[in-house]
């Protein structure tokens, strides 16, 4: 094991650098956003970021020295115990708005679910590693995604969707990086992509688009879903029987796309029973805002207006006029980029853009160097993570992506999910120093 | 691409450029898109952010009205008035005191009441506040005149819920109010707001969701001081009206029962067991609804939620107490359908019995009640009976199986919140609760509806349901149907549904019916239950709770009870609390019942009729 000196002085200071500069820009903006328009200091929130952040550092120092190895024997443990807590979250948890997604006593309480994700990261690189020779690849694939949809579907019954969603491009890039056949990940990102067109094709249908689009109705209007779902079952069955007697390529292609079509089908007829109309609707307002001005449409509009107005060099730090809970309720959490975006103008919206876009490039680099099948996992596991919560996030704040509220990392306020995107940010440092080793 | 990593290396390098590539994508889209949003859109939105904007008010829905079963005139109607906003923020620091001043001269209201709507964390606040209620539109029309005076204040339409009927009925229905924090948390995902009014008892919250309907919206363009500057640019999204809703409740019933039952603490249910309807429901005390939306009671309101006597609650599903003899039927059922002690066979009543150290009195005195049979026993409500076959024949086991296919200890799913489930003890109970065994003794308290045993007064009536229905109990319901707002079209209507069906011998059924008539021709009740426009069949219950001269009184019965059409019977149970002064009143608020339902009289006129004197009604000993 590295001594704590060997860590530092072999550390991607690259990380480093542009972790402590987004944990900073993080709280000046927190500090910001608690200010009024008179200049009046009205919340606290930023020296609790404060606090979090610094024994976030100690988190991620704690990680970095940690040799990740000793971790890899006891991941099905940590992943079995994280699971209990989901379930006791689930039924004992806290309610805040309208989720069960918090436990703890009095003022103190955590979001498990933060770090169920990289628990879920560590056992599914484990997994991958010592199943890479010995599993057939579609068990592997199956089971990879069994790993990660028990604590997904735990997730999404607290309800939370948007941190449930978070699990699918983690299981993504793994499955990705470990060498599963791509065309199992091709049909898994294909199916996830038709699915969640055709749960909310009847309600674009009906309130953003306000017309039908021709022929689209077979695919959600019974009794024609039943008839094409038959259709592409009788498909699928013919052109696999033909696969095997023939071996003709096309064949599989037929195959491969009738099952496609049969997956996403049943998948999407389930989240129909499963989501409210509300749910669906929350996710496809991005779309046209204008449909729900009052509700979640307004923070939209408002947000893309808070951005657009910074302008180049923006509206000067603390001056915001778009932002500071006038607009946006929830501006320190969910909307904390349109706040840099407004105050410091393209310039610093552009400096946080190139600080993830230089962790996720490190990520890469170390993914390239190290030597270690387990480590490589992880890091690709942690990657997924960050440019998910990234994409979605920014792109809500943009109005190019859907409402789904969850944090922008290093940047949004709460321990949680601060805490745990720094022991992530300390395990890639850890595994960084150690690349050498196989 | 090949699954197979033939460099050696840990990582296929082909991948990492596969996915390097998709990343390089989207963040080249993001910033692109980000470019465009600051650059080439910048000048636009910073004209957006500072001139003008879209202001949006709030349209409330009217909340449906509710109705009787006959629909002649509502029960509760919506009154217009006005709700008065406050944008804190807007509001200079400097102009506190006086604004308060103002406004409170203005709305004849106390300066603190409107002071302390808005904590001191709030003043930054650019959210509109609301600060005084119930205020009439002269009022609002005044401030109008002088808003140079008041910056951030504002107004909406709040309806007042506005409740006619304040008598007994209030229960049923129950009461709005604002939504409280911790109900906007467990509801924050079903469309609520913070300001919204919602059902907090009663049908106004069970059925909140049909009756709230959608709030509506106008949005109008403003300056950024929030005047308008466009006429014409108003767009409305129109509101949808809650629905109305028709009650099971029959309004002329439920007076008579209220009448009936008196200034007494105590209950009246009044069901059809045909369908499982119920015609009147009666919790006395009661409250009147209106004083919890009125600003100026808030004393009174103080009053009801500390008021001993609980007036909030609903006795007839809230509360559960012994069922005492009226739980005497169910153990007939028991004997019949065990069939180990035959019906004719007699047993002598000495008036007491001892069993272990103890000795068990009969509620009659020495010599007792002689030698009686079942149909004896249940007319004379013999305990000396029921103790010695239940304890030596049938057995607590059989006894607890017999309750609960009664529907006892579980809750009949009434649409009305909070019921409870009443309770059936069992010998693993005790031992789990006391660490003691089940004795004979308690078989015996139980088989007369004594001891640990509870029910509400609304599944007394379920069993008595059951015994007219030859075995069949229909959900209690209070929901007949629901109207739509504009033209009363019928949205929905409540189908019976059957709760369940017990595993009983019809022809047993059949003689307890006719042992509860004989209650009513020639046994305990003869004197105080019958009607004179209908054949009553039913039974009396005195539970004992301790006190000396006091006890729980039941009376519950069905009528007409020879009646051609299963459509005609109701059952009636009349529940008074021990902490009345005793007075056997219970079969006479009961037989005044049946007698106003079935005579169409009021309760003046029923009580002549049936020749109730002042005597009777100040009656003072105990009879069972």
């Known amino acids: 094991m590295p001594s704590i000196r060997k860590t530092l002085s072999e550390m991607d200071w690259f990380i480093v650098a542009a972790t402590f500069s987004l944990v900073v820009v993080g709280i000046l903006f927190i500090y910001s956003s608690g200010v009024t328009s008179e200049g009046v200091l009205v919340s606290g929130e930023y020296l609790k970021q404060a606090i979090w952040a610094v024994t976030g550092i100690l988190l991620m120092l704690v990680f970095a020295v940690f040799d990740y190895q000793r971790l890899r024997d006891y991941t099905f443990v940590i992943y079995a115990v994280f699971i209990v807590i989901l379930v006791y979250t689930r039924l004992f948890g806290r309610l805040v708005n309208g989720a069960k997604s918090w436990i703890g006593v009095g003022e103190l309480g955590i979001q498990p679910s933060e770090f169920v994700k990289l628990v879920v990261i560590l056992f599914l690189a484990n997994y991958l590693e010592s199943s890479r020779q010995s599993t057939g690849g579609l068990r592997r694939f199956l089971t990879a995604f069994g790993i990660v949809s028990i604590p997904m579907g735990l997730v999404l019954v607290q309800p939370d969707f948007g941190t449930a969603l978070v699990f699918i491009p983690i299981f993504i890039v793994m499955a990705f990086v470990a060498g599963t056949d791509s065309k199992y990940v091709a049909f898994f990102v294909l199916s996830m992509l038709i699915t969640s067109l055709l749960t909310v094709l009847p309600l674009y249908e009906r309130i953003i688009a306000r017309h039908r689009i021709p022929l689209l109705f077979v695919f959600y209007e019974k009794p024609y879903s039943y008839i094409v779902l038959g259709a592409a079952f009788a498909v699928f069955a013919l052109a696999l029987s033909g696969y095997r007697f023939f071996r003709e390529k096309y064949y599989a292609g037929i195959a491969f796309a009738s099952a496609l079509m049969l997956i996403s089908g049943f998948a999407s007829m389930a989240a129909h029973a499963v989501l409210k109309e509300y749910q669906i609707m929350r996710l496809i307002v991005f779309l046209d805002p204008s449909v729900d001005k009052l509700g979640s449409g307004w923070n939209i509009l408002q947000s893309i207006t808070a951005i657009g107005s910074g302008g180049i060099f923006g509206k000067g730090y603390l001056h915001g006029t778009q932002s500071h809970y006038r607009y946006l309720p929830q501006q320190s959490t969910d909307f904390i980029f349109s706040i840099i975006a407004e105050e410091w103008g393209f310039i610093g919206s552009a400096f946080v853009f190139a600080c993830f876009i230089l962790i996720l490039w490190r990520c890469f680099v170390i993914m390239r160097a190290v030597k270690d099948r387990y480590a490589a996992y992880i890091v690709a596991g942690i990657m997924g993570m960050l440019a998910f919560h990234f994409m979605i996030n920014v792109g809500m704040t943009m109005g190019i992506m859907p409402i789904t509220g969850i944090p922008l990392y290093f940047l949004s306020y709460g321990g949680s999910s601060l805490w745990s995107i720094m022991s992530a940010m300390g395990m890639v440092l850890g595994i960084s120093t150690r690349r050498f080793r196989s | ?624």
Request: proline share 6%; with cysteine; hydrophobic share 40%.
């Open chain 2, 1 to 624: 691409m090949s699954d197979l990593n033939r460099s050696g290396e840990p990582v296929d390098p082909r991948r990492l450029v596969v996915l390097s590539a998709v990343f390089s994508l989207l963040f080249l889209w993001y910033s692109g898109y980000l470019l465009y949003l600051q650059l080439v859109k910048g000048v636009e939105f910073k004209a957006k952010a500072a001139g003008i904007s879209r202001q949006t008010t709030v349209i409330p829905a009217q909340r449906g009205e509710i109705y009787d079963r006959t629909m002649s005139i509502p029960l509760v109607l919506n009154n217009e008035s006005f709700a008065v906003d406050l944008i804190p923020a807007e509001l200079p620091a400097a102009l506190r005191d006086t604004f308060f001043s103002k406004l409170a001269l203005i709305l004849d209201r106390q300066q603190d009441d409107l002071r302390k709507r808005i904590s001191p964390s709030e003043y930054h606040l650019y959210q509109a506040i609301e600060i005084a209620e119930s205020v009439p539109y002269d009022k609002v029309a005044s401030i109008a005149e002088r808003i140079d005076e008041f910056p951030g204040v504002a107004w909406h339409v709040k309806p007042k819920r506005n409740y006619l009927e304040t008598g007994s009925i209030a229960h049923v229905i129950g009461y709005v109010g604002n939504i409280t924090r911790e109900e906007y948390k467990v509801l924050y995902n079903k469309g609520y707001g913070t300001g919204d009014v919602i059902g907090k008892s009663g049908i106004e919250k069970q059925y909140d969701s049909i009756l709230r309907g959608k709030d509506g919206r106008e949005y109008r363009t403003v300056d950024v001081k929030g005047r308008k500057i466009l006429q014409s640019d108003r767009m409305i999204d129109p509101p949808i009206p809650g629905q109305n809703i028709v009650l099971t409740i029959d309004r002329k019933i439920q007076l008579v029962a209220e009448k009936a039952l008196g200034p007494r603490m105590g209950s009246v249910v009044v069901l059809k067991p045909a369908t499982g309807e119920v015609l009147a429901m009666v919790s006395y005390p009661w409250y009147n609804p209106n004083l919890f939306g009125d600003v100026n009671a808030s004393k009174e309101y103080l009053q009801i939620l500390n008021d001993p006597n609980t007036p909030l609650l609903n006795r007839t599903i809230q509360s559960s107490y012994p069922p005492a003899s009226t739980f005497k039927a169910v153990m007939a059922t028991g004997i019949l359908g065990e069939g180990k002690f035959p019906a004719e066979k007699k047993v002598l009543c000495p008036g007491e019995i001892s069993y272990g150290d103890r000795i068990f009195r009969c509620w009659i005195k020495r010599p007792g009640h002689g030698y009686l049979d079942l149909r004896g026993a249940i007319a004379q409500s013999c305990d000396v009976y029921f103790w010695t076959v239940m304890r030596d024949y049938v057995g607590i086991e059989r006894m607890v199986s017999y309750a609960r296919d009664f529907g006892l200890g579980q809750i009949s799913g009434i649409d009305l919140p909070g019921e409870l489930s009443g309770f059936v003890p069992t010998p693993k109970w005790k031992e789990n609760k006391f660490h003691e065994r089940w004795l004979g003794g308690d078989t015996m308290n139980m088989s007369i509806g004594q001891g640990y045993m509870l029910v509400t007064p609304l599944q007394l009536a379920n069993v008595y349901a059951l015994i007219v229905n030859g075995g069949v109990v229909y959900k209690p319901h209070v929901l007949k149907e629901v109207r739509d707002a504009a033209n009363g079209a019928l949205v929905k209507r409540v189908v019976p549904e059957a709760l369940f069906t017990a595993p009983f011998d019809k022809e047993d059924i059949r003689l307890v019916r006719s042992y509860l008539r004989e209650v009513v021709t020639t046994g305990t009740a003869r004197y105080s239950a019958p009607a004179k426009a209908v054949q009553v069949a039913g039974k009396t219950g005195t539970a004992e709770v301790g006190l000396a001269d006091r006890w729980h009184s039941w009376f519950v019965g069905f009528g007409p009870y020879d009646a051609k059409d299963p459509e005609d019977v109701i059952v009636v149970v009349v529940m008074t609390e021990a902490s009345n002064p005793w007075e056997w009143w219970t079969p006479f608020a009961s037989a005044i019942i049946f007698q106003s339902v079935f005579a169409d009289q009021t309760f003046e006129e029923a009580v002549d009729a049936l020749g109730i004197s002042n005597a009777a009604i100040e009656r003072r000993n105990k009879v069972e």
